[in-house]
């Protein structure tokens, strides 16, 4: 791992990830703008009611004037009310899809060959719901909330202006009190929201977990078991949710009576008091009152705040998270290599998924251009781990892997990939048709090519067969393939990408034998002209290989032709011969 850790060292720091919000600040800002407007007709409308009633009390009729504020005022303030959420419901939709896009481009340049099952589920979360609640918090909740913090100060200002100073600043030295405890509530209330996005996380992964193991549960008659796990996960989220929802009910009660009744009761004193001493009218009383409920306004906002802001922060937080996590190798500044042969070389390549128990150790072996090289050995040996090192998803800790003489953690992770090809045991198919099967290697190939790439992968008379051809949907609810079948798509993509070097990680472990003669043909004609990499626990198949390569816990144990290695007496020639008494050939 030293090799890595320095190199990683070496490399610039990592630029600080824009924050989440980027994408619709302008909308936000809009909404703080609109908010703010709408509470200023608020206050203007509530002025007039007061002057309104100030003059009917004085036993006049409110001029016209004033009557056609009122209603400019009111008609404004409804126009504000009505375009807010507008706006903010666009840029939460907005955010939502630029989010998701920006984990999924940050996770194709992480790789994800390492992850375990249980973090895709958790990703799947992040991806889904994460997303839709930071969506939410940033552009419904956020700029209201703001304003709504700021919108006091502006009430404040039209009682110390229009009805009456001292009164202004009695009732401002309880304002505060407002933003604080928003604050200390936040604070306390942190850990109950990210508990709870970590038990949605987990369900999550538990879910997909039982998805993709569904046959095998069914196998083995542990539907109901697993059930039940899944129920526990279910009843887990619940009680989060509960003690989230009994946070927000306790802070309602505190606040709601706390301070909106305590602000209606205070206004309402001070109003009489004031209004006993003469200093001001009845018009003006009434203002001071109605004031006094636009003050309260944010209290509205900290009762949405555990829905929407303590959710949506713990999953701010849980995105920030991923979307900071680095590559384990980063790309280096260096320009792709051009016209590099394609030799494949492991010089003292040694390899630890944990550190302190390595899994190769001190490997070394070349695969000069258009040679075939067979690794084999018992299960464990490290076959695959070898092959994952030469297409650059884990980095040696020490030693080189090079492709034409290049160390391919110093070069391009992309021009590593343009390199390789591989057939591995099982295949992908998405959902869609047989022909974007085939395009994801080739994206511009027309079906001449695809044609092609199919009868070289012996799959062209299946495809003709089919009523719909190329255009056969493929994926979940498209043809099933066999295994075999399958596994000559990736035979046909690997044509079409048409790179010069070719890993082929057991492709035939889970087909039949009929299918494996078919496979086996296709891979024939595939390797011509390519430097290959066969990792293979059938010996039957490597026998024509240029060189073998047993490896055993981790280290080179033999290395020869077929012939060579058939005449001694190591684990090849013992496994040869445990295979040939087996099949009686
Ligand atoms: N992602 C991983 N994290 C931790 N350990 C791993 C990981 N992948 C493989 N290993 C361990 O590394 C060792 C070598 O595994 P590897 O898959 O390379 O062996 P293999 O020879 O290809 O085995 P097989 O023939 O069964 O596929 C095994 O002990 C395996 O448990």
Same mark, same amino acid.
């Given at each position: 791992?030293?090799?890595?850790?320095?190199?990683?060292?070496?490399?610039?720091?990592?630029?600080?990830?824009?924050?989440?919000?980027?994408?619709?600040?302008?909308?936000?800002?809009?909404?703080?703008?609109?908010?703010?407007?709408?509470?200023?007709?608020?206050?203007?409308?509530?002025?007039?009611?007061?002057?309104?009633?100030?003059?009917?009390?004085?036993?006049?009729?409110?001029?016209?004037?004033? *009557?056609?504020?009122?209603?400019?005022? %009111?008609?404004?303030?409804?126009?504000?009310?009505?375009?807010?959420?507008?706006?903010?419901?666009?840029?939460?939709?907005?955010?939502?899809?630029?989010?998701?896009?920006? *984990?999924?481009?940050?996770?194709?340049?992480?790789?994800?060959?390492?992850?375990?099952?249980?973090?895709?589920?958790?990703?799947?979360?992040?991806?889904?719901?994460?997303?839709?609640?930071?969506?939410?918090?940033?552009?419904?909740?956020?700029?209201?909330?703001?304003?709504?913090? $700021?919108? @006091?100060?502006?009430?404040?200002?039209?009682?110390?202006?229009?009805?009456?100073?001292?009164?202004?600043?009695?009732?401002?030295? =309880?304002?505060?009190?407002?933003?604080?405890?928003?604050?200390?509530?936040?604070?306390?209330?942190? !850990?109950?929201?990210?508990?709870?996005?970590?038990?949605?996380?987990?369900?999550?992964?538990?879910?997909?977990?039982?998805?993709?193991?569904?046959?095998?549960?069914?196998?083995?008659?542990?539907?109901?078991?697993?059930?039940?796990?899944?129920?526990?996960?279910?009843?887990?989220?619940?009680?989060?949710?509960?003690?989230?929802?009994?946070?927000?009910?306790?802070?309602?009660?505190?606040?709601?009576?706390?301070?909106?009744?305590?602000?209606?009761?205070?206004?309402?004193?001070?109003?009489?008091?004031?209004?006993?001493?003469?200093?001001?009218?009845?018009?003006?009383?009434?203002?001071?009152?109605?004031?006094?409920?636009?003050?309260?306004?944010?209290?509205? !906002?900290?009762?949405?705040?555990?829905?929407?802001?303590?959710?949506?922060?713990?999953?701010?937080?849980?995105? !920030?998270?991923?979307?900071?996590?680095?590559?384990?190798?980063?790309?280096?500044?260096?320009?792709?290599?051009?016209?590099?042969? %394609?030799?494949?070389?492991?010089?003292?390549?040694?390899?630890?998924?944990?550190?302190?128990?390595?899994?190769?150790?001190?490997?070394?072996?070349?695969?000069?251009?258009?040679?075939?090289?067979?690794?084999?050995?018992?299960?464990?040996?490290?076959?695959?781990?070898?092959?994952?090192?030469?297409?650059?998803?884990?980095?040696?800790?020490?030693?080189?892997?090079?492709?034409?003489?290049?160390?391919? $953690?110093?070069? @391009?992770?992309?021009?590593?990939?343009?390199?390789?090809?591989?057939?591995?045991?099982?295949?992908?198919?998405?959902?869609?048709?047989?022909?974007?099967?085939?395009?994801?290697?080739?994206?511009?190939?027309?079906?001449?090519?695809?044609?092609?790439?199919?009868?070289?992968?012996?799959?062209?008379?299946?495809?003709?067969?089919?009523?719909?051809?190329?255009?056969?949907?493929?994926?979940?609810?498209?043809?099933?393939?066999?295994?075999?079948?399958?596994?000559?798509?990736?035979?046909?993509? %690997?044509?079409? !990408?048409?790179?010069?070097?070719?890993?082929?990680?057991?492709?035939?472990?889970?087909?039949?034998?009929?299918?494996?003669?078919?496979?086996?043909?296709?891979?024939?004609?595939? =390797?011509?002209?390519?430097?290959?990499?066969?990792?293979?626990?059938?010996?039957?198949?490597?026998?024509?290989?240029?060189?073998?390569?047993?490896?055993?816990?981790?280290?080179?144990?033999?290395?020869?032709?077929?012939?060579?290695?058939?005449?001694?007496?190591?684990?090849?020639?013992?496994?040869?011969?445990?295979?040939?008494?087996?099949?009686?050939?």
């Amino acid at each position: 791992m030293d090799a890595l850790s320095a190199e990683q060292g070496a490399s610039p720091a990592p630029p600080k990830p824009e924050s989440l919000m980027g994408a619709i600040r302008g909308r936000v800002l809009w909404s703080v703008l609109g908010t703010w407007s709408q509470a200023l007709a608020t206050t203007a409308l509530l002025l007039l009611v007061g002057a309104a009633i100030g003059e009917i009390a004085a036993g006049r009729t409110p001029s016209s004037g004033l *009557i056609i504020g009122l209603v400019a005022a %009111a008609a404004l303030r409804a126009l504000f009310a009505a375009l807010i959420p507008a706006v903010t419901i666009r840029a939460g939709g907005f955010l939502e899809v630029s989010l998701r896009a920006r *984990i999924y481009r940050h996770l194709l340049r992480l790789g994800a060959p390492l992850r375990s099952r249980e973090q895709s589920g958790q990703l799947v979360s992040t991806a889904t719901e994460a997303v839709e609640l930071v969506a939410t918090y940033y552009a419904t909740f956020l700029g209201p909330i703001l304003a709504s913090m $700021t919108v @006091p100060v502006l009430v404040l200002a039209a009682i110390a202006l229009f009805v009456d100073p001292w009164a202004a600043l009695v009732i401002a030295i =309880a304002v505060p009190a407002i933003p604080l405890t928003v604050g200390i509530f936040e604070r306390s209330f942190a !850990k109950v929201s990210a508990g709870y996005r970590d038990t949605a996380n987990r369900l999550a992964a538990r879910f997909l977990d039982a998805l993709q193991g569904l046959s095998t549960l069914k196998l083995f008659n542990q539907g109901t078991a697993h059930g039940r796990t899944l129920a526990s996960a279910s009843e887990d989220l619940r009680r989060a949710i509960m003690r989230l929802l009994a946070g927000n009910q306790v802070i309602l009660f505190v606040v709601d009576t706390v301070f909106s009744l305590g602000m209606i009761t205070a206004a309402t004193v001070l109003a009489m008091v004031r209004l006993d001493e003469g200093a001001i009218g009845i018009g003006e009383a009434v203002a001071l009152v109605l004031l006094a409920t636009q003050l309260v306004e944010p209290l509205d !906002k900290v009762g949405q705040f555990f829905y929407i802001g303590m959710g949506g922060s713990a999953a701010a937080k849980e995105i !920030k998270r991923l979307l900071a996590e680095r590559p384990s190798i980063p790309d280096p500044a260096t320009p792709a290599p051009d016209g590099a042969p %394609a030799e494949v070389e492991f010089h003292g390549v040694s390899f630890a998924y944990d550190p302190g128990s390595p899994v190769l150790r001190d490997v070394s072996f070349r695969i000069t251009p258009g040679e075939k090289l067979a690794l084999v050995g018992p299960s464990g040996s490290g076959k695959s781990t070898a092959a994952a090192l030469l297409q650059r998803n884990i980095a040696a800790g020490e030693g080189v892997v090079s492709i034409g003489g290049h160390n391919v $953690t110093e070069v @391009p992770g992309d021009w590593v990939r343009e390199q390789i090809t591989v057939v591995a045991q099982t295949t992908y198919l998405f959902t869609g048709t047989l022909r974007d099967n085939l395009r994801v290697a080739a994206p511009g190939a027309d079906d001449d090519r695809l044609w092609q790439a199919l009868r070289t992968a012996n799959l062209d008379e299946f495809v003709r067969g089919l009523p719909e051809g190329l255009d056969t949907p493929t994926g979940e609810r498209g043809l099933m393939l066999s295994g075999g079948q399958a596994q000559r798509v990736a035979i046909a993509r %690997a044509v079409l !990408k048409d790179a010069p070097i070719l890993i082929l990680d057991e492709p035939t472990s889970n087909v039949d034998l009929e299918s494996e003669a078919a496979i086996l043909s296709a891979l024939d004609r595939l =390797a011509v002209g390519r430097t290959v990499l066969v990792i293979a626990h059938r010996l039957a198949t490597v026998r024509d290989a240029d060189h073998i390569v047993v490896l055993e816990d981790g280290r080179v144990t033999e290395h020869g032709t077929h012939d060579e290695l058939l005449s001694g007496t190591g684990h090849y020639a013992r496994a040869m011969r445990r295979t040939e008494a087996e099949t009686g050939s």
